[in-house]
């Protein structure tokens, strides 16, 4: 089993509906939790960064983390087709920097 | 916010020849650098962490020999991929942050050996 389960999709979507992308994780070592977002040929851009369980908000995304059932999320609202690309998860415990990522998701956003 | 600088973006080499991609942090500085491998339609796979003024330290199955790997100072590190063969054609992309804060990465390097 990986430490790190992400669905690869790949998802696609009509432009304007509310995205949910989930990874799960075996480790409850890991404290903090981050949401990357890859366009092809591009390194990954930080999209959300949590530490702990609860939700955070930044425009149209929402990170929640719940480590009592070890489970991430990331919403995008009113998604757009430049949001189509391939959304990485990632985790790290107290202490480390090394990040345990997950497969990615790929998502495409239809006009 | 941070960033993370990565040269070139894309090299095309000649089969045994090496080649050296640098990776820098630009505005903040970095006591560890992280190099991964990327292949089409996969995750990132963690080939290294580099240590300014130390010895990097290599994952399980990556040769140290092939893949060297120098953190000369707190904003630079580079990593050359020696003897270079078709089969190392990836796409190589390093990270960098500090204990406070989440890894940013640099924009890969696209190496394809011919």
């Known amino acids: 089993q990986k430490e790190v389960e992400q669905d690869p999709g790949p998802l696609s979507v009509p432009e304007g509906a509310i995205v949910s992308l989930n990874c799960t994780y075996s480790n409850s070592a890991f404290q903090y939790f981050m949401w990357y977002r890859q366009y092809s040929r591009k390194g990954p851009e930080l999209l959300m960064y949590?530490?702990?369980?609860g939700n955070k908000e930044d425009g149209r995304f929402t990170a929640q983390v719940d480590k009592s059932s070890k489970y991430i999320s990331l919403f995008i609202r009113d998604s757009q087709p430049s949001d189509s690309a391939t959304y990485l998860c990632?985790?790290?415990?107290?202490?480390?920097?090394?990040?345990?990522f997950g497969q990615g998701t790929r998502l495409t956003i239809n006009p | 916010g941070a960033v993370v600088s990565q040269h070139p973006s894309w090299v095309i080499c000649k089969s045994g020849t090496s080649v050296k991609i640098e990776c820098r942090s630009l505005d903040f500085q970095a006591t560890t650098m992280f190099w991964y491998r990327q292949f089409p339609k996969q995750s990132l796979m963690l080939m290294a962490t580099s240590n300014e003024g130390s010895k990097a330290t290599y994952e399980q199955g990556v040769e140290k020999d092939k893949f060297l790997i120098n953190h000369a100072s707190l904003t630079l590190s580079t990593l050359t991929v020696t003897s270079a063969h078709p089969e190392d054609s990836s796409f190589y992309i390093c990270?960098?942050?500090?204990?406070?804060?989440?890894?940013?990465f640099g924009n890969g390097t696209r190496l394809t050996v011919t």
């Open positions: 990632a985790m790290r415990w107290q202490g480390a920097q090394k990040l345990v």
């Open positions: 949590t530490y702990s369980s």
């Open positions: 990270s960098a942050g500090d204990y406070n804060s989440p890894l940013h």
